[in-house]
């Protein structure tokens, strides 16, 4: 049973960049068919979807964020991690990490972890 | 960029049938994924690829898919259904992931 655990600084300062880590505990991040992805949810909004990487390193990114977002794995870590750049007050959001295998499907999500609170302001 | 059309909202008596749809130009070439988010929690995963269930998901949850739109279908709900459910699915090339906007589910 894999468990997803993020971490990272809960405030940020406008026009920094936001780096979030995902620790994968329960199975090695590099073994299987796994999507490693980012989901962000703004206080009484509806989810986002940021961006995925799978095992094989390929990364997709939601367009409107792309231009600022890049993924990565750690595998000696076992762990992956999203930077956001140039983040304003309007990135302040919940951000969840979240994985899923291709057993359900390319883009579902069958582990999440718990969500962390994410603040832009100076 | 591509959206998933939700209503914002479904009422629904204990014991009735809830019907939640969601709407996407894509969504006959890319599967839907249904969630459910209770205040406070992470979304878990309640259908996968249109009308599959994962385990653990009471039989009262099921998903079904025609044309343009996919509907998540609670029979019997029960109190503890109350949430808030979103679809999700990809764009027409499957390169990006998007949610629709989420539909309040209140049981009366």
């Known amino acids: 049973q894999v468990q997803l655990q993020e971490s990272g600084p809960g405030l940020v300062k406008p026009s920094q960049t936001l780096s979030l880590t995902c620790t994968v505990s329960?199975?090695?991040?590099?073994?299987?068919?796994?999507?490693w992805s980012w989901i962000r949810q703004p206080a009484g909004k509806g989810l986002e979807w940021i961006g995925r990487i799978y095992t094989s390193g390929s990364t997709n990114y939601n367009p409107s964020l792309k231009s600022r977002v890049t993924i990565s794995v750690d595998t000696s870590k076992n762990q992956f991690s999203l930077k956001l750049s140039s983040v304003t007050a309007a990135d302040t959001a919940v951000y969840y990490c979240?994985?899923?295998?291709?057993?359900?499907?390319?883009?579902?999500?069958?582990?999440w972890g718990q969500g962390t609170l994410v603040t832009v302001s100076s | 960029s591509y959206e998933l059309t939700q209503p914002p909202s479904v009422s629904v008596s204990p014991g009735q049938t809830a019907r939640i749809t969601c709407s996407g130009d894509a969504l006959p070439k890319q599967y839907a994924y249904w969630y459910q988010q209770k205040p406070g929690q992470a979304p878990v995963l309640v259908i996968y690829k249109d009308s599959e269930r994962p385990s653990g998901i009471p039989e009262r949850f099921s998903g079904s898919s025609s044309g343009t739109t996919v509907t998540l279908t609670i029979s019997g709900v029960q109190a503890e259904d109350e949430a808030d459910y979103y679809c999700q699915s990809a764009d027409s090339s499957g390169t990006y992931g998007v949610f629709g906007g989420g539909t309040k589910l209140t049981v009366l």
């Open positions: 979240a994985s899923g295998t291709t057993t359900v499907g390319s883009f579902g999500l069958d582990y």
């Open positions: 329960g199975g090695s991040i590099s073994s299987g068919s796994y999507y």
